[in-house]
T-cell receptor, first 114, second 115 residues
């Protein structure tokens, strides 16, 4: 079956540090991949997505590349800010799945210290 | 105004009580979802609806029921609340079609505590 595995948190970094949050997946079909972000006290919002192998999604300085050979979609940012403190979720949707559901990772809490 | 609203935002109730969580959306989306969030477990799907006449069970539907009163409204009920239903509940919507599946729009959440 389909699944998503994220690195456990919390991840604590200093401001301006480089960020990587690992995400790997298993899928039986041809998934689309997503990163969502949940700021404190809010609902989730889509951060970026990639729909096919080698696609790079980007938004707000964050990037992630769909790597089919390593079944990964790691989230990166070159210089984090305190305002990036949030919980980040990796997810996939498999177009071969007639239920059309999103499969979610457990989330990774990111804490940025000034 | 927010595109997806949830009421109430916080609720404390006692074991055995019936409770309803409501969700409304102004995005015009056909698809609506109810999720539950517990620490370390990510999001788990309770129910989803692809239109007013279509209701589907998700991963953890036991103990819950839903009603899709209109395209814009989707309610979640706990018929007899129990303490392990204490969690953060999210409503979400998405457009129809394959591209819409992954792009979901979330409400702000309802924090439910069952004592």
């Amino acid at each position: 079956g389909n699944s998503v595995t994220q690195m456990e948190g919390p991840v604590t970094l200093s401001e301006e540090a480089f960020l990587t949050i690992n995400c790997t997946y298993t899928a039986t079909g041809y998934p689309s991949l997503f990163w969502y972000v949940q700021y404190p006290g809010e609902g989730l919002q889509l951060l970026l997505k990639a729909t096919k192998a080698d696609d790079k999604g980007s938004n707000k300085g964050f990037e992630a590349t769909y790597r089919k050979e390593t079944t990964s979609f790691h989230l990166e940012k070159g210089s984090v800010q305190v305002s990036d403190s949030a919980v980040y979720f990796c997810a996939l949707s498999d177009q071969g799945d007639s239920n059309y559901q999103l499969i979610w990772g457990a989330g990774t809490k990111l804490i940025i210290k000034p | 105004d927010a595109d997806v609203t949830q009421t109430p935002r916080n609720r404390i109730t006692k074991t055995g009580k019936r409770i309803m969580l409501e969700c409304s959306q102004t995005k015009g989306h056909d698809r609506m979802y109810w999720y539950r969030q517990d620490p370390g477990l990510g999001l788990r799907l309770i129910y989803y609806s692809f239109d007013v006449k279509d209701i589907n069970k998700g991963e953890i539907s036991d103990g819950y029921s839903v009603s899709r009163q209109a395209q814009a409204k989707f309610s979640l009920s706990l018929e007899s609340a129990i303490p392990n239903q204490t969690a953060l509940y999210f409503c979400a919507t998405s457009d129809s079609g394959l591209a819409g599946v992954g792009e979901q729009y979330f409400g702000p959440g309802t924090r439910l505590t069952v004592t």
